[in-house]
Nanobody
Framework: VQLVESGGGLVQPGGSLRLSCAAS????????MGWYRQAPGKQRELVAA???????TYVDSAKGRFTISRDNAKNTVFLQMNSLKPEDTAVYYC???????????WGQGTQVTVSS
């Protein structure tokens, strides 16, 4: 299983970024996909994820600004981030969790920096 994130970068406050996570080596449709982030000196936290049954969940700070989506035909999950704030600065990681056996996999992360 390989997860490759892309789309990070430097953006000004109020700007937008779209992160992508391309998955390979797995039956994408049976995995719950999610985005996590880790800021310097802080624990990794859930940002947004698809949960069992296809519903979505978001960290409170992301609600109304971020949207998670997936394209099963392209084995890709996205995170659209709007109205970015400096506190969104972190390394963003993609996670895949199997709905069959619970195994999980992580991508290598992509840096998002929100700064003027």
């Amino acid at each position: 299983v390989q997860l490759v994130e892309s789309g990070g970068g430097l953006v000004q406050p109020g700007g937008s970024l779209r992160l992508s996570c391309a998955a390979s080596g797995m039956m994408f449709s049976i995995y719950d996909m999610g985005w996590y982030r880790q800021a310097p000196g802080k624990q990794r936290e859930l940002v947004a994820a698809f949960t069992r049954g296809g519903t979505t969940t978001y960290v409170d700070s992301a609600k109304g600004r971020f949207t998670i989506s997936r394209d099963n035909a392209k084995n890709t999950v996205f995170l659209q981030m709007n109205s970015l704030k400096p506190e969104d600065t972190a390394v963003y990681y993609c996670k895949a969790a199997s709905t069959i056996d619970g195994r999980s996999f992580w991508g290598q992360g992509t840096q998002v920096t929100v700064s003027s």
